[in-house]
């Protein structure tokens, strides 16, 4: 991949998820807002985890809210996600996990989600995946 474009898709990650976030504020850390329940959470966050990792970034962006099919692309996601996986190999499991919950100060709207470390073959992936009240993906970053 060219540099420029790289370069490019990191400022767009940095800006999307910067605007995500400086709407929202972390609560209380390990309990999901009320309305959410951990297993569906968890259940639909290693689903995502699992698209990523078979490189369907398609299916992620069509899992997320329209605020997400905004600001990421197919390509935005799959860009960054090819060259993680390339660089860290192929994925052995999730070794831990966390559960996270925003809310958004302009709306009010709560959040819930979790943190997963996936260990794979030459290294970790840290994802942070948020979900709204419909289970729509709100959020989705690498670390």
């Known amino acids: 991949m060219n540099i420029k474009k790289r370069y490019r898709t990191l400022w767009l990650l940095f ?3 910067a605007m995500v976030l400086c709407g929202c504020q972390v609560a209380e850390g390990g309990k999901l807002p009320e309305g959410f329940e951990e297993e569906k959470v968890r259940e639909k966050a290693e689903c995502v985890v699992g698209w990523f990792n ?10 997320g809210s ?6 990421y692309s197919e390509e935005d996601i799959g860009s960054e996600g090819k060259d993680r996986l390339k660089k860290c190999g192929a994925f052995r499991k999730i070794e831990k996990t966390a559960v996270i919950s925003e809310k958004n100060y302009r709306t009010g709207e709560a959040y819930g989600g979790l943190v997963l470390v996936g260990a794979y073959e030459n290294g970790k992936i840290e994802f942070r995946i948020l979900f709204d009240e419909e289970m729509d993906v709100i959020q989705f970053l690498l670390r």
């Open 54 to 63: 078979e490189q369907e970034y398609g299916k992620i962006i069509e899992a």
């Open 15 to 17: 800006c999307s998820a």
């Open 66 to 71: 329209e605020e997400l099919k905004e600001l």
